[in-house]
T-cell receptor, first 112, second 116 residues
């Protein structure tokens, strides 16, 4: 089955800096890679996703890149704000149906 | 446009009791997934259901755990004879269609189960 590794486990940045979170996956058949943001006491919220037929996707301050050859994908947040502070999870799906395999999460802390 | 609803939000049970967790998917969604999150860990897949069918229960413990998604009403995750190790946050997600990795899954707020 799929295995997703995520790094770093914690990340502290100053407001306005960029933050990068990296994930690797093991199953070359995986073709959908979402990123979720989870605030304390809440469920995960989808913030951006990428499919295997593209290498990069951007949505305002958030971007995701995918390297299928190396089997890794990354989340980039620019101009970080305190409200970006949360736990971020990457995930991947095996082909067939969409049960998600999650990384262990990155706690991002943005200091004012 | 109600999202995924889960209830109760918090559930306290004593060892040996039963826990029933409910999930109402986004209106029009016919696919439901249950995940479990232990403290400071990621979410682990438990079971995937469509209306009246269990599609994949490979992540669910073989004993004490069961799930259903009836034709009418919410999906239910049932844990019999709970033990302290069952304490976790249980999240339900729903999606509108099945596909080879093409679904967006929308998560509910979770049920936090505490076993005393």
């Amino acid at each position: 089955g799929e295995n997703v590794e995520q790094h770093p486990s914690t990340l502290s940045v100053q407001e306005g800096d960029s933050a990068v979170i990296k994930c690797t996956y093991s199953d070359s058949a995986s073709n959908y890679f979402p990123w979720y943001k989870q605030e304390l006491g809440k469920g995960p919220q989808l913030i951006i996703d990428i499919r295997s037929n593209v290498g990069e996707k951007k949505d305002q301050r958030i971007a995701v890149t995918l390297n299928k050859t190396a089997k890794h994908f990354s989340l980039h947040i620019t101009e970080t704000q305190p409200e970006d502070s949360a736990v971020y999870f990457c995930a991947a799906t095996d082909s067939g149906y969409s049960t998600l395999t999650f990384g262990k999460g990155t706690m991002l802390l943005v200091s004012p | 446009n109600a999202g995924v609803m889960q209830n109760p939000r918090h559930l306290v049970r004593r060892r040996g009791q039963e826990a029933r967790l409910r999930c109402s998917p986004v209106k029009g969604h016919s696919h439901v997934y249950w995940y479990r999150q232990l403290p400071e860990e990621g979410l682990k897949f438990m079971v995937y259901l469509q209306k009246e069918n269990i599609i994949d229960e490979s992540g669910m413990p073989k004993e004490r755990f069961s799930a259903e998604f009836p034709k009418e009403g919410p999906s239910i995750l049932r844990i019999q004879q709970v033990v302290r190790g069952d304490s976790a946050a249980y999240f339900c997600a729903s999606s509108p269609t099945k596909g080879a990795g093409n679904n967006e899954q929308f998560f509910g707020p979770g049920t936090r189960l505490t076993v005393l």
